[in-house]
């Protein structure tokens, strides 16, 4: 199974700009479907974005899409969640999570391995 280790959280002033990183070991990461969740105190885990085995499609949710970017580094195993023009309500605990194959999914459900998460504040 692979394992997956988040980094690049922070504070962070409105409209500013901030790179997820999410490094996976004991597996190559192109084998997989890998999304970004987030979670809010108090709310629900949500999807942000995925991107399909091989990288071929990428997905986002529609308060995220114009502004937050996933790619991925075959080389560095690892796949990011670039955010541009950050809001408050972007506050949250990123999660990444993995799936062998397919395409990506915006049901948490559907991943069977997930990171410890990273910390994301925006400030007003």
């Known amino acids: 199974q692979v394992q997956l280790v988040e980094s690049g959280g922070g504070l962070v002033q409105a409209g500013g700009s901030l790179r997820l990183s999410c490094a996976a070991s004991?597996?190559?990461?192109?084998?997989?479907?890998v999304g970004w969740f987030r979670q809010a105190p108090g709310k629900e885990r949500e999807f942000v974005s995925a991107i399909s085995w091989r990288g071929s499609s990428a997905s986002y949710a529609d308060s995220v899409k114009g502004r937050f970017t996933i790619s991925g580094d075959n080389a560095k195993n690892t796949v990011y969640l670039k955010m541009n023009s950050l809001k408050p309500e972007d506050t949250a605990v990123y999660y990444c999570?993995?799936?062998?194959?397919?395409?990506?999914?915006?049901?948490?459900?559907?991943?069977?391995?997930w990171g410890q998460g990273t910390q994301v504040t925006v400030s007003s």
């Open positions: 999570a993995a799936r062998p194959y397919g395409s990506g999914s915006s049901s948490p459900n559907d991943y069977g391995s």
């Open positions: 004991g597996r190559t990461l192109s084998s997989y479907a």
